[in-house]
């Protein structure tokens, strides 16, 4: 486990800040106390201070999984951001779209959300701007891209994709095996 | 229809085609009879015959009824409509005689002789019926006698023929007709035996009952070359059971009660498939009769239930979005806060967005039980040691608010994967993920304030869930995993640490309900180590057993617990809590098992021996409070070491729990690592010559010497961490050691 290089890091909050801006420092300094991320095997994870040192006791080969993992670097260093960072992601969202509850079935196999499955959108989204996908009970379900801004959602017609999928909470169960 | 229409006597059509039918029997029945009280009794020539067979019939039910009665299941179901006595006994009888084996197995000879008697009695009484009109009821009344299943059909049908052949006697018996004289007298005697026959039940039943326990070798033979009827089994081993418990009453003479007994135990090996083995073991936990609840109980599921994630949502929002989505649930009892219980769902429970959300946990009810026991406070340490597939763990973070730390370790990577899933799935931060074998785990990390050890078992009481325990397991099974199951407790006690301030606890548990596996392996840690049983919390359940067979365990075992599918509804677990009360690991001063304190005066190589590997070789964590080491008589180390906190300590305090114990070697090197620090200038020296002692007697511990290095480092990390008390000892205690030492020495 190590902590992560510049460029590591920079890529990541690149990442992340698509989703959640400038509240990335949310994540970091939090009340109650110090988080930090470590790479472990190419996966990010999200951890607190206190973990960390008892998590050093531990050798490398054994250590399956510390914290949260938020995702894992590709061989080219591009990162992927996995399902398990929405918890974090969810609260400190900036751009939302709700899904309904007809649509939201197919969100979770993995499918692209169609304006005919559209409940709402946050004002002023731009396009392909990374979006945090909600049930209508205000749940999260995911992640995505938005396909079109907001004004064009308006007017498209209700079979064409307005939100990308990128990542669902059906994939816990779909693909178990990728999460570690 | 094919009724002749008999213009003197007009049937009434009311409701429904049975009851005509049945007003019709009755009412031609009536016909009959009036018939002969007008006139002489013609009788042709099948009535003739019927009359002679009677003759021989009505001597031999009487011994077979009263058999039947109270064996036969059937009265259960029929209770409400059968009448009791003559009914009974024919429909029962019927039933015998269509066991298909109760004509090959003598053993059955409730069927035997009734049944065919019984038939022709029967034929007798319907052929009354026959005899005048044909009814259709009355053909299918035959037929249907035949099969066990009718036995309702027979009943109902039989009411009114019952009911016109009492009428036919009374009407003979009253006018006395010789014409049917063997009638007349099997009349009688027939009603006279019924009266008797009431009377003899009990006897009857217990003449009955031993010549069931009769099979001989033969008769087993038979049965094992002829398929058995699982009906006939059934009913044996309920007829078996009976006889075992009212034994002294019930018993043949001469037959001894293993006879018995081993007849039954074939029988449930057959009836429910299971090996010998294991119905032996249960026949040895469970009086008889539970043994048969235990068995039917493993046949069927227990109920699904679902435990909340306090994390992310509460109890009454979950049930009410379930509800929505149509789950028909119920709080699952008043000792949880957190369980439903599933009755039905329209939609797959594994695969509701709430479930995928992380709101809820698909765990079976005896899961919850070790974690309520546990208890985890807000910002411990705590380790589960096998935590796949992960729902204990989950259900400890959400204990403690995910505060604190978990360490969830499990020995398969593979089942990790599923621990990680739900963890992450359900939100959990403050937890780690190791893939260590359970048994190496004081050495990576101690000094934990609470450990759960669910351990791997041989799944006896989740049978339910995998019939296939029932057949796969056998003694050397068992063993081994007792086996593993003594050192992953041993390893688990080590890890924790006494003086926590607000733990100190350890949580065993197993899905299994064999002695070997649980109180045995609880009495074993409690012998080899500073622990003590405490209560679980958990106010249902029965308790542990404090003796077994001609084991006898540590009357503090009745504060552990067992769960039991027949009597709780939940998987067969076991539950034990245990405290730690010291660091120190109580040995025996000889590295032999068997000798118990030994006095000083011990061969000094010996105990050196033993010093080496007791001083080092501390409870669990890595905490320093070298004072504690109970090796008694060291005077060889004294006289070697000057400052040797040790020898000093062992000879001044006894350990609590004298045991027979070989420490494990791995803590060894540890320790000898921290006590040369301690021992500041003479380290070297004493590190050396403890070492050339290692060297002689056992070459494996320089290599754990070496080890001690590197996890002193580790554990000096560990030290600072604000999770662990302060170990080391102060300079005043230390000083004390130091002149008792020195006393001693000048003592010996």
Not at chain 2, 61 to 78: A, H, L, R, W
Request: hydrophobic share 30%; proline share 4%.
């Amino acid at each position: 486990m190590r902590p992560l290089t510049d460029d590591e890091t920079k890529t990541m909050f690149e990442k992340l800040s698509k989703y959640i801006g400038e509240n990335i420092k949310h994540l970091v300094d939090r009340p109650d106390g110090t988080y930090c991320f470590r790479l472990h095997n190419d996966r990010v994870y999200y951890i607190s201070e206190t973990i960390l040192k008892l998590a050093t006791n531990i050798s490398r080969g054994k250590l399956v999984s510390v914290g949260t993992c938020f995702g894992k670097f590709t061989k080219t260093i591009k990162f992927r951001l996995h399902i398990t960072a929405l918890d974090f992601l969810a609260p400190y969202a900036k751009f939302k779209v709700w899904v309904k509850p007809g649509q939201e079935q197919s969100f979770l196999y993995g499918n692209h959300v169609l304006k005919s499955g559209l409940g709402r959108i946050t004002e002023n989204t731009n396009q392909y701007q990374g979006v945090v996908v909600y049930s209508m009970a205000d749940v999260p379900l995911g992640f995505g891209v938005a396909a079109k801004s907001t004004q064009e959602c308006r007017r498209v017609d209700p079979m064409s994709i307005v939100v990308f999928h990128q990542a669902d909470i059906g994939e816990f169960i779909r693909s178990e095996d990728t999460l570690t | 229809m094919g009724r002749k229409l008999d213009p003197t006597t007009y049937v009434k059509k009311g409701p429904g085609r049975k009851s005509r039918k049945q007003k019709g029997a009755e009412t031609e029945l009536a016909k009959f009879l009036t018939d002969e009280d007008t006139a002489p009794k013609r009788l042709s020539s099948r009535s003739r015959k019927r009359a002679g067979k009677r003759a021989q019939v009505t001597k031999k039910p009487k011994e077979s009824i009263e058999k039947e009665e109270p064996k036969k299941g059937f009265t259960d179901e029929n209770s409400e409509w059968l009448k009791p006595a003559k009914r009974k006994r024919e429909v029962g009888q019927s039933d015998n005689e269509d066991d298909s084996d109760s004509q090959w197995e003598q053993e059955e000879d409730e069927g035997q002789e009734g049944g065919e008697n019984n038939k022709g009695k029967k034929l007798l009484i319907e052929g009354d019926g026959d005899d005048d009109d044909l009814v259709d009821d009355y053909g299918a009344l035959e037929d249907s006698s035949e099969g066990e299943g009718e036995v309702d059909g027979d009943g109902e049908e039989l009411l009114p023929i019952e009911r016109a052949a009492r009428k036919q006697k009374k009407l003979q018996e009253a006018m006395g007709q010789e014409s049917d004289d063997d009638d007349e007298d099997d009349d009688k005697r027939k009603s006279g035996d019924e009266d008797m026959d009431e009377d003899d039940t009990v006897q009857a039943n217990l003449d009955e009952m031993d010549k069931f326990i009769l099979p001989g070798a033969e008769e087993i033979a038979k049965e094992g070359v002829l398929l058995v009827d699982l009906q006939t089994i059934h009913q044996r081993i309920k007829d078996n059971v009976d006889v075992l418990s009212h034994f002294a009453t019930k018993r043949e003479e001469g037959k001894e009660r293993t006879e018995y007994l081993s007849l039954l135990k074939k029988d449930l090996s057959t009836y429910y498939s299971y090996n010998n083995f294991l119905i032996d073991k249960l026949l040895d936990i469970f009086p008889v009769s539970e043994l048969i609840d235990f068995l039917e109980a493993n046949e069927i599921q227990r109920p699904v239930t679902i435990r909340t994630n306090t994390l992310k949502t509460r109890r009454r929002d979950l049930a009410q979005a379930l509800i929505n989505r149509g789950v028909n649930l119920d709080p699952l009892g008043k000792w949880s806060k957190v369980g439903l219980v599933i009755f039905d769902s329209s939609v797959p429970i594994g695969a509701t967005p709430e479930y995928l959300a992380g709101h809820y946990m698909l765990q079976g009810a005896s899961s919850f039980l070790p974690v309520m026991a546990l208890s985890p406070q807000e910002g411990e340490t705590v380790l589960d040691m096998s935590s796949a597939p992960g729902g204990k763990t989950t259900y400890m973070a959400q204990l403690m608010r995910n505060t604190g730390v978990i360490v969830a370790n499990d020995a398969s990577a593979d089942r990790l994967k599923s621990v990680v899933g739900n963890i992450h799935r359900l939100g959990v931060t403050n937890s780690m993920i190791c893939n260590y074998d359970g048994r190496q785990f004081p050495k990576v990390m101690g000094g934990f304030d609470r450990v759960l050890l669910d351990a791997p078992c041989s799944g006896t009481g989740v049978i339910s869930k995998d019939p296939a325990v029932k057949t796969s397991k056998d003694e050397s099974d068992i063993q081994r995993l007792a086996h593993l199951q003594k050192e992953l407790i041993l390893a688990a006690i080590d890890s924790v640490n006494a003086e926590s301030p607000s733990g100190g606890y350890l949580v065993y548990c197993t899905c299994s309900i064999m002695v070997e596996e649980n109180e045995w392996v609880v009495d074993y840690a409690l012998k080899k180590r500073n622990v003590k049983l405490v209560q679980t919390g958990l106010d249902f359940g029965k308790e542990g057993f404090t003796r077994f067979k001609e084991r006898r365990f540590h009357p503090s075992l009745k504060l552990s617990r067992r769960f039991y599918p027949h009597s709780h509804n939940m998987d067969g677990f076991f539950v034990a809590k245990l405290k730690k009360f010291s660091n120190t690991v109580p040995t025996t001063a000889v590295e032999k098992d068997g000798e118990e304190e030994t006095k000083p005066s011990e061969a000094v190589e010996v105990t050196a021996n033993s010093s080496d590997e007791d001083g080092p070789s501390k409870a669990g964590s890595k905490n320093k409070s070298k004072k504690q080491k109970p090796v008694p008589g060291k005077p060889a180390m004294s006289q070697k070491a000057t400052a040797n906190g040790k020898p000093a300590k062992s000879i001044g305090k006894k350990t609590t729990n004298p045991s027979t114990l070989k420490k494990s070697e791995k803590p060894t090197g540890q320790k000898k690592a921290k006590i040369a620090k301690m021992d500041g200038g003479t380290v070297k020296v004493d590190g050396e010559l403890k070492k050339s002692n290692t060297v002689k007697t056992e070459g494996e511990t320089t290599k754990e010497l070496k080890e001690g290095s590197r996890f002193e480092k580790k554990g000096d990390k560990q030290r600072k961490s604000p999770t662990q008390s302060k170990k080391r000892m102060g300079k005043n205690k230390f000083n004390k050691l130091k002149k008792l030492l020195k006393k001693e020495e000048v003592g010996q």
